[in-house]
């Protein structure tokens, strides 16, 4: 299976609050997990990406926490802020393929 | 270094009509992408170039769409005839390693009536 699932649709947070979101995926022949940001307009941009051999990467308040047994990996933004109000997709690479979830679109309230 | 170019930015036709659009990678980016991302959806693969030939068009629709890669470095999409289903931003991305690192393009909207 190719599929990458990705929730929630769309969050709400306040600043500085923490956002937090999650995918799942069914192919364990994925071996790279990135995560994108788009703004309106935009292509999406690379985030932040991690391999399966870690359980957690960090980039300032970006964090990727990686569950291989649950085949689960999650995004986390600390002190959200209005700027990081965007759509975010999760994705997993197998193959030269580059598969994306269905994306998760964050506002961060003032 | 420049991004990833892609024109034109947006497109309308009527259905049935052909649409051409042109991305042009990052300068010896060996691989090119072509996704289609509907409105709300994440974006979908339609076909991917290494070099000059095709690595996987699986999910492409040949009897409507076509895509060539221009000595390995510009590519050109084409949609014909167009259908009210494929009103859609075409994004074209490219990539140096086969990392899963793309670099995308700004995309070119396409609204089909």
């Known amino acids: 299976q190719q599929q990458v699932k990705q929730s929630p649709q769309s969050l709400i947070v306040q600043k500085g609050g923490i956002s937090i979101i999650n995918c799942a995926y069914e192919?364990?022949?994925?071996?790279?997990f990135p995560w994108y940001q788009q703004f309106p307009g935009k292509g999406p941009a690379l985030l932040i990406a991690?391999?399966?051999?870690?359980s957690e990467k960090k980039e300032g308040r970006f964090t990727i926490s990686f569950n291989k047994s649950a085949k689960q990996f999650s995004l986390h933004i600390m002190d959200s802020q209005p700027g990081d109000s965007a759509t975010y997709f999760c994705?997993?690479?197998?193959?030269?393929?580059?598969?994306f979830g269905e994306g998760t679109q964050l506002t961060v309230n003032p | 270094e420049a991004g990833v170019a892609q024109s034109p930015r947006y497109k309308i036709i009527e259905k049935r009509q052909s649409v051409a659009f042109w991305c042009n990678p990052i300068s010896g980016h060996a691989t090119l992408y072509w996704y289609q991302q509907i409105l709300g959806q994440g974006p979908k693969l339609l076909i991917q170039?290494?070099?000059?030939?095709?690595?996987?068009d699986s999910q492409l629709p040949k009897d409507r769409f076509s895509a060539e890669r221009l000595k390995g470095v510009d590519s050109t999409l084409k949609i014909q005839p167009a259908k009210l289903e494929d009103s859609a931003v075409y994004l074209c991305?490219?990539?140096?390693?086969?990392?899963?690192?793309?670099?995308f393009g700004e995309g070119s909207r396409l609204t089909v009536l």
């Open positions: 991305a490219s990539s140096g390693y086969t990392t899963g690192e793309l670099f």
């Open positions: 991690i391999r399966p051999d870690v």
């Open positions: 170039f290494q070099n000059n030939g095709v690595v996987d």
């Open positions: 994705a997993a690479y197998s193959g030269s393929r580059l598969t």
């Open positions: 192919n364990t022949a994925f071996d790279y």
